[in-house]
DNA sequence: AAATCTTTGCAACAAAGTTGCAAAATATAA
DNA sequence: TTATATTTTGCAACTTTGTTGCAAAGATTT
């Protein structure tokens, strides 16, 4: 297990140590989008706020976790697809928040349709975020 | 010009203001979505920081404008069609960045194809965040 | 195991957003 | 129109969020 998360470090230039290993490893486990309020909270104060900062910005640079920007102005950040690495970022997916529980989902495996857009716009990229209940809490009423 | 402007607020129970009116206003003249940074540089330091979040708060209470989250982690404001009201917000629609004059659209006209979620998942509202080059960007080249 | 390079934590700072409250502006009533 | 009630504004203080420089601690390389 914590094997398996050193090799996404090695395989991506970067150095073994704590603060990104449990990080990566909390990302794994929960399977939802995480903020960096989150991490501060489930990883006990155990690492500086600046050290998260740096982490979660070092992911992303490297196309482990990419950034979910969020309607309440907060960023949410989701472990990638295979798909993604450096430079070039896959973010042609789809994002699920949930109104009640407020969980946001990456739904990889959703393509998101093709779009006519107006004279002169040319399309590159796009992020749906769709807004709704999650099966959690569809299956609990 | 001022007249429709305060015809608006009026609808939706608000006092008429100068810095209401100004910043609606503003929102009629660009076509565009407007950060709060905008707002402030735009109307030269007319208003408070904290009025024009104020503004901004009750414009979106009320369905008049509505918030556009991005990749930055910035909060975008866009005014919204006939359709918005206060409570049942329509966001169905698609908002367009634009890479090379960071412009961000709101096209209304263009209308999010249906889809097909995963079991469990109950989609209500959906948001489309398209990224590309604009009409005045495609044009100067 | 020593030398080198990277990452971390601290402190200080900057930017963004919020809250309480008195003064000013707007709306309501007479 | 004027007086009264209500709402909004601006200020100050504060909180929250994110950034930067730097010395100490930790990881990597030889």
Do not use: W
């Not at 929960?30 to 006990?44: P, R, S, V, W, Y």
């Not at 920007?69 to 949930?98: M, Q, R, W």
């Amino acid at each position: 297990m914590e094997k398996e998360t050193a090799e996404i470090l090695r395989k991506n230039h970067l150095s073994i140590t704590d603060s990104r290993i449990k990080i990566l490893e909390l990302f794994k486990r929960k399977g939802n989008a995480l903020a960096h309020a989150d991490i501060e909270k489930q990883t006990h104060d155990l690492f500086d706020r600046v050290t998260i900062y740096r982490t979660l910005q070092t992911f992303a640079e490297k196309g482990i976790i990419h950034s979910i920007p969020t309607a309440d102005n907060s960023v949410l950040y989701a472990l990638c697809k295979d798909e993604c690495s450096e430079g070039k970022h896959a973010d042609n997916h789809v994002h699920f928040i949930c109104d009640i529980c407020e969980t946001t989902y990456c739904l990889d495996h959703i393509m998101i349709p093709e779009l006519q857009m107006p004279a002169g716009f040319k399309m590159k990229q796009a992020g749906l975020i769709v807004e709704g209940i999650c099966k959690n809490c569809s299956a609990k009423k």
